[in-house]
């Protein structure tokens, strides 16, 4: 039988790793091939929820309230391609080898899914079905076959991508879960909350 997830702190405001692009590019006039649908443009239309590093280091990855996932070379903040997330995206994690990036967000719906896109061809490979409002964070376990996700159903969930099934749900948070991070190994997740609480959860 599992143990309940242990309490480690009261009143969490957020954690977050803040990042700086070296250039302004969100604006940019020239479109590269490989745009997909979304909408004309090759920049953000709103608030960014999401940057990331690609593996090769050179190509960054940003998401947000427009349901844009874009990429761009990060030394000329150059665009790269576009992909419709078809949701405002809340968070988002790319595979280890960088091949794959799991979205979730809110996408007006009760049921609120996280969609798995390859970012090669920005073809949506999963949709994994679960969480009863927005998702609030997504991440891909270390091994790349399993994926962990919080929500505003004040749940985590954990998926296996092999099947693109859920295997299990875990509940102890009273209010939307804010955040979401794993220990190095994957053997961890902690999680924090609107109602105050941090909590550690083995995977």
Do not use: Y
Not at 69 to 77: D, M, R, T, V, Y
Not at 96 to 125: C, F, H, N, T
């Amino acid at each position: 039988m599992r143990e309940p997830p242990t309490l480690i702190a009261a009143a969490l405001t957020a954690w977050c790793f803040v990042a700086s692009f070296p250039f302004a590019a969100l604006a940019a006039t020239e479109q590269s091939p490989g745009v997909f649908d979304c909408g004309g443009g090759t920049g953000h239309l709103s608030a960014l929820n999401v940057a990331l590093f690609l593996p090769d280091g050179k190509t960054v990855v940003s998401s947000g309230w427009d349901d844009r996932i874009i990429l761009w070379e990060a030394e000329s903040g150059r665009f790269r391609r576009c992909v419709n997330a078809r949701m405002s995206v809340l968070g988002a994690d790319l595979s280890p080898d960088g091949q794959k990036i799991l979205v979730g967000g809110r996408a007006g719906g009760r049921d609120e899914p996280i969609r798995m896109w390859d970012m090669e061809s920005g073809r949506e490979l999963a949709v994994l079905d679960g969480h009863k409002g927005p998702v609030s964070a997504v991440l891909f376990l270390p091994d790349g076959k399993r994926a962990i996700s919080s929500g505003w159903d004040k749940t985590i969930r954990l998926w296996d991508l092999t099947r693109n099934k859920q295997s299990a749900v875990w509940t102890g948070h009273k209010d939307n879960i804010s955040a979401l991070a794993l220990s190095p190994d994957g053997t961890k997740a902690v999680s924090g909350s609107w109602d105050g609480a941090i909590m550690v959860w083995d995977v």
